[in-house]
Structure formats: C-alpha cells, structure tokens
C-alpha cells in the first residue's frame, strides 16, 4: 500500500522528468542548454529508486577506448549485457579454442563500478563460427553444446545476473512440429536441445537467472500472436518437464509502423507471472526506418513508444529488468545496410543522440520508469 507521501514524491518526480522532457522535444536544432541527467537525474538513479535493472547492451573495445561512452554506460546503467562479445562467433575463434577477451573486459568493467551483468548467449543459430558447419556433426552436437556452456557459463560462475541460454528457437514461419525454429540445433542435437542447453546451465551455474530469449512477440498482429503461443507452450513444456528457467526475455525490438503492443502481451506477461517465471525486457529499440517528418518529429514520436512501451511493462510486477539494445544512436545495429532509412539520415532508435546527449526517448524511458510505483 502507498503512502500519501509516496503518492506526492511519484506525481512530484513524474511532472518534473514531464515539463524538462516537453521542454527538449518542442526544442529544434537542441540550440537551448542539455538538460542535466547525472546523478540523481540518471535513469540508472531512478531505476534504483524503484528497485529496477536498467541498462543497456555494450561493446567492450568502446568501454576500454571511449572514456565518454564508458563514462555514459556507468552513468545510466545498473546492468549490461555483451551485444555481441559472448556469442559463440566472439568465443569461439577455433573448435578447440576460446577467446574470453571482449567478455571480460564488460565483465571486469560492471565489477569495477558495481553493475550487474546479462550472459547473451549460450545457443543460437546465428553468430556461429566458420568452422561449425565443417566440424559439429549429429555425432558430436549434444558434446559440443554441452562443453560450450560448461566452460562459458563455468568461467563466469556467480557473476552473472542471467543468462539468455536460449535464443529465438521458436519461428512458426519454419513450419515445424511445436513451432520450432529451422536451426543447426535443432537438425544437430535434436528437439530437446533447448532442455539440454538449461540443464547444463544450471549445472555449470546454480546463480544466473535462467532466460529464453526472443523477438517479434510483442504486438498483437496475427503473426507475432501465433509466436507467443508457441513460446509460452515451449516454457509450459519445460516447466513440466522440471527444466530449469526462471525468465523470459522479450526483446522488444520495436518498429513505428508497428501496432503498439498490448493486450496479447500483458496477458503472456501475467501467464508467465502464474507460473513463476520472470519477464525482461532484454533488447529494447525503436526502428524508425519507415517513419517521416522532422527531427524533432520522429523524436516525439520514438519517445512516445518507449514511454507506452516501458509504463505498460513496468506495471506488471514480474518485470524488472529493461534493458536498450545500445546506448547511443552512434553505435546501433539499425544503422546497419539492411536497416538504413531510404533518405540516409540515421536512425535516432535509442536514448541518447549519436552526440551523447539525451534525447527526448531517454525521458520517456526515465518517466516510464518513475511509474513503476504509481503501476503496483
Ligand atoms: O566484428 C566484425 C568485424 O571484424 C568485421 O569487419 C565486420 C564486417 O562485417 O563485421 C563485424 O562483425 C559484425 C558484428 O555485428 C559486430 O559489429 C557482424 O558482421 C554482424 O553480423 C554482427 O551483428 C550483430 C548481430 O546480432 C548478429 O550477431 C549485431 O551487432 C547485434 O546487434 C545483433 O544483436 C541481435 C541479438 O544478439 C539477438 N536479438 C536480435 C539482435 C539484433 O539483430
């Protein structure tokens, strides 16, 4: 139950994040001074002031090589997660080598300034090394699996918050049994290759929390709905079965033209809550490739998803971690060839401008996060 006083400090805190964050959207060309968001302004304060995770996935030659990124990423996070850097492809250089560079330093960087830490991931069907196609057989699969998360997991044992152990074995769209995604998994070990992978785990690890992870689960489109279905089915399967997971991340790569997720998600969410099991938001961003108009109208506009976005989310209590998928639109996957907007100007899909400074989406995100008490 909230106290009054709680009541006063939340409406106090959310009208303050509110004025500045209208403030910066109406500004165009940011000629007016940037807001402060240090200290007690950071997202990474307010989240702690709810007793949330915010962070953010990080590069680890930018945290040794960017004092201005580093110092922007321990600024506003109280987690991070490799973007790429624990993937087989980074770990792996050879089947019988293992490059642990790029993940200790993230690692060894979260322990010096005190965040936690998300393993991402122990299997996948992307980021495989070169060598996988030529060397892992039916034969060897299940060992080869099995050895990779032992000494992965094993090397950062009681370190790690979770792991994403599983990553986006569900695609309805391959037309398999159960939903299963078309993998080299899948065809290699078999279909119990995602009970494998959380059994060994757990074995390797007792502490993480233990997470599937996947995307395009979030709306209530037809597509993304029959996905969703098939997720949930794979988890209540598990639990059944007395596999060990904890968690399920929702990526949350959100696109403008989309429909804004709701109801079918709120409702897997609490499905999810029934039966124990943790949500993260492990990925969040917005594509803007399709959407028109001025910089300061495609600001508005992002920043109107995240705050819709991360307030519905927040409010369910089995919720609380939400992580970005980067931290400044300077590094960002969605500028990759296939993610361009057809008039080359960049995406501005995370909280912070490629400048570093704070975008009208980092106060949505941060307001989002102050109604986390208001939401319980
Ligand atoms: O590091 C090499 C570099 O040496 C080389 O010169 C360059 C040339 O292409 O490639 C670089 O590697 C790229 C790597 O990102 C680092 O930038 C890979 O080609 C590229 O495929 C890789 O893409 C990553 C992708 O996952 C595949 O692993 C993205 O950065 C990363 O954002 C993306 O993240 C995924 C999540 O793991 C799972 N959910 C979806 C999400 C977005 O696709």
């Known amino acids: 139950m909230k106290t009054r006083r709680e009541f006063l400090r939340v409406a106090a805190v959310g009208a303050a994040a509110s004025a500045t964050q209208h403030l910066w959207a109406e500004q165009t060309?940011?000629?007016?001074?940037?807001?402060?968001?240090?200290?007690?302004?950071?997202?990474?304060?307010?989240?702690?002031?709810?007793?949330?995770?915010?962070?953010?996935?990080v590069v680890p030659e930018k945290l040794t090589g960017e004092p201005e990124y580093a110092g922007l990423v321990s600024a506003q996070s109280n987690i991070l997660v490799p973007e790429n850097a624990m993937k087989w492809k980074a770990l792996r250089p050879a089947p019988d080598k293992f490059n642990f560079s790029g993940a200790d330093t993230i690692v060894a960087f979260a322990s010096a300034h005190g965040r936690k830490v998300r393993g991402h991931n122990l299997c996948w069907h992307v980021a495989i090394p070169d060598w996988f196609a030529a060397t892992v057989t039916k034969d060897n699969a299940r060992q080869i699996l099995?050895?990779?998360?032992?000494?992965?997991?094993?090397?950062?044992?009681g370190k790690l918050h979770s792991w994403d152990v599983v990553n986006e074995a569900i695609d309805p769209k391959s037309g398999l049994p159960n939903g299963m995604r078309k993998s080299p998994w899948l065809e290699l070990v078999g279909p119990d290759y995602?009970?494998?992978?959380?059994?060994?785990?757990?074995?390797?690890?007792?502490?993480?929390?233990?997470?599937?992870?996947?995307?395009?689960?979030?709306?209530?489109?037809?597509?993304?709905?029959?996905?969703?279905?098939?997720?949930?089915?794979?988890?209540r399967g598990m639990k059944k079965r007395g596999v060990p997971i904890d968690a399920v991340g929702v990526q949350s790569h959100l696109k403008t033209q989309n429909p804004a997720p709701g109801?079918?998600?709120?409702d897997f969410v609490r499905e999810l809550r029934q039966m124990g099991l943790r949500v993260f938001v492990t990925e969040l961003d917005v594509d803007e490739k399709k959407l028109e108009g001025s910089e300061s109208e495609r600001d508005a506009a992002i920043a109107r998803i995240y705050r819709d976005y991360v307030t519905m989310m927040v409010a369910e209590p089995n919720v609380d971690a939400v992580l970005t998928w980067?931290?400044?639109?300077?590094?960002?996957?969605?500028?990759?060839?296939?993610?361009?907007?057809?008039?080359?100007?960049?995406?501005?899909?995370?909280?912070?401008?490629?400048?570093?400074?704070?975008?009208?989406?980092?106060?949505?995100?941060?307001?989002?996060v102050d109604t986390r008490l208001a939401g319980r």
């Open 29 to 57: 060309g940011r000629t007016a001074a940037v807001p402060d968001v240090s200290g007690a302004n950071s997202l990474q304060a307010h989240a702690d002031a709810h007793g949330l995770l915010v962070g953010c996935a």
């Open 146 to 157: 099995t050895e990779h998360i032992r000494t992965v997991a094993g090397r950062y044992a």
């Open 194 to 235: 995602v009970d494998l992978a959380f059994r060994t785990a757990r074995e390797a690890d007792p502490a993480p929390l233990l997470t599937y992870n996947d995307y395009a689960i979030e709306t209530d489109a037809p597509d993304e709905t029959e996905k969703r279905e098939a997720v949930l089915a794979l988890v």
């Open 263 to 266: 109801k079918g998600l709120r």
């Open 326 to 368: 980067g931290i400044t639109d300077r590094y960002t996957w969605l500028n990759g060839p296939k993610w361009a907007r057809p008039d080359g100007k960049p995406q501005r899909c995370l909280p912070f401008y490629a400048d570093y400074e704070p975008a009208p989406a980092f106060f949505a995100l941060r307001d989002a």
